[in-house]
């Protein structure tokens, strides 16, 4: 699963069609689809797609792609309507109108989010050699990134505790005559366990280097770099991995205008900062073509200049973001923060969880299970990772800290 995101118009969803069409074109079966609510997708392909698998045509490769424009509110109602129900009325009883309720409970991106249960599936399927994701913007997908991470930990506290609590209190409440605190009942239960399965699922599959990949894309501008490259350090945080860089609407050479002559300087000294920045991971360039990208043809132009000498079926496996190593001491942890400075960065130690911060996004590691008995001997950010050193407890307390 390739997934493109980006902030603003820098052409993911035309480079996400591209990438889908040249692969179709080269024999795989492929999936293209959308979360973004904006049916851009479709207008790039110049072919309708709906909420249902549909057949795209390619010249050439006929029934190799398959388009499919996922309809998120539709998705939402059928996987999260029991929960819903109950949590609306919860805060009914507390009060608050249901409509009122119904806003609140709709975490922003969590529509988004039930989209990508629903690409787990298809990928899972094995009915696809490749599916490819054209993401919304930046904000929106990194909050939905992470929703796996956060719904997680907030779905296990309420399907553990909270189920022995409602059933050794549901007959108390009721008894007690105070039956209009509404308890969750089985069917909300096993909804919550549902979606916290799947949520899991969607989590392995996005942090799987061997399965997903994420690719950014930009243009080669200041504002729009700077954007890329803390985007790429959020990603590596929440441990998704980034297999390439697509840089596109870059002046070709053939365009000798001196009216355009910075824009061309400012374009070659981009590509070559981003090689230099993103290295190992390769930096794939796209020029500006001379018309909009529209329809299947205008995207197979794209992509046979954005893929000249690359392969755009499978991907280079990313470089695995979060690692754990067995020292001599102990553990090392390792999380790639590719362009995070030592003044943006915030960690401490909660229970068997680690807190990090850095330039203003958090994400709390649940540590894994071998270094949950260790404790923190010490961290440090170096050649764009921050090393975390775990010792085991008996051998490392010191005395008097
Ligand atoms: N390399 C290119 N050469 C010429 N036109 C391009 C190129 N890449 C994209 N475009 C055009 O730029 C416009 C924006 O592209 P696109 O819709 O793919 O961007 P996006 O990143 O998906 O935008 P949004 O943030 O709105 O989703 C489209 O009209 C598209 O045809
Ligand atoms: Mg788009």
Redo the contacts with the bound molecule.
């Keep these: 699963m390739l997934l493109f995101t ?1 902030k ?8 996400a069609a591209a990438t889908a069409v040249h692969a179709a074109a080269a024999g795989a079966r492929v999936l293209v689809t959308s979360t ?1 609510p ?1 049916h ?1 997708l479709a207008d ?1 392909l110049a072919q309708p797609l709906d909420d249902r698998p549909r057949a795209v045509d390619v010249p050439g490769a006929p029934g190799r792609l398959t388009g499919l424009q996922i309809d998120a509110q539709a998705r939402l109602e059928h996987h999260w309507s029991d929960v819903r129900d109950y949590l609306v009325s919860l805060l009914g009883w507390g009060g608050m109108g249901a409509v009122a309720a119904e806003e609140l409970i709709l975490l922003p991106g969590i529509d988004e989010l039930f989209a990508l249960i629903d690409l787990e599936q298809q990928v899972a399927s094995g009915e696809y050699d490749l599916v490819v994701v ?1 993401c919304a ?1 930046t904000a929106e997908t990194l909050r939905l990134l992470a929703l796996p991470d956060a719904l997680g930990w907030y779905v296990e506290r309420i399907a553990g505790p909270g189920r022995r609590m409602a059933r050794a209190l549901g007959p108390l409440v009721r008894g007690a005559g105070l039956g209009a605190l509404p308890m969750p009942d089985e069917p909300v239960f096993a909804a919550v366990e549902r979606i916290q399965d799947q949520l899991a699922r969607v989590h392995t599959l996005l942090q799987d280097p061997a399965r997903a990949a994420i690719r950014l ?1 930009c243009t080669p501008e200041r504002l729009s770099v700077a954007e890329t490259e803390r985007t790429a350090t959020s990603l590596s945080l929440f441990g998704y991995g980034v297999d390439a860089l697509v840089v ?2 870059v002046l070709p050479d053939e365009v000798t205008d001196p009216y355009l002559a910075r824009w061309k300087d400012r374009h070659a000294a981009q590509l070559a900062e981003l090689r230099t920045s993103f290295a190992p991971t390769p930096v794939l360039r ?4 001379d ?4 329809g299947v043809d205008g995207l197979r132009r ?1 992509a046979d200049a954005l893929y000249a000498d690359a392969d755009a079926t499978g991907w280079r496996e990313p470089v695995r973001p979060v690692t754990v190593e067995r020292t001599a001491e102990g553990h090392l942890l390792r999380i790639a923060l590719p362009f995070a400075t030592r003044g943006e960065l915030d960690l401490h130690r909660r229970g068997s969880d680690l807190h990090v911060r850095v330039a203003g996004v958090r994400r709390t590691v649940a540590l894994p299970g071998s270094l949950r008995r260790d404790r923190v001997a010490g961290a440090a950010l170096a050649d764009g990772w921050l090393e975390v050193r775990f010792r085991p407890q008996a051998a490392g307390v010191e005395v008097g800290s």
């Design positions: 980006g603003g118009g820098v052409g993911k969803t035309s480079v973004d904006a851009s790039a054209d913007p894309v596109n609407r796209a020029p500006l073509l018309d909009e990208v529209i794209l």
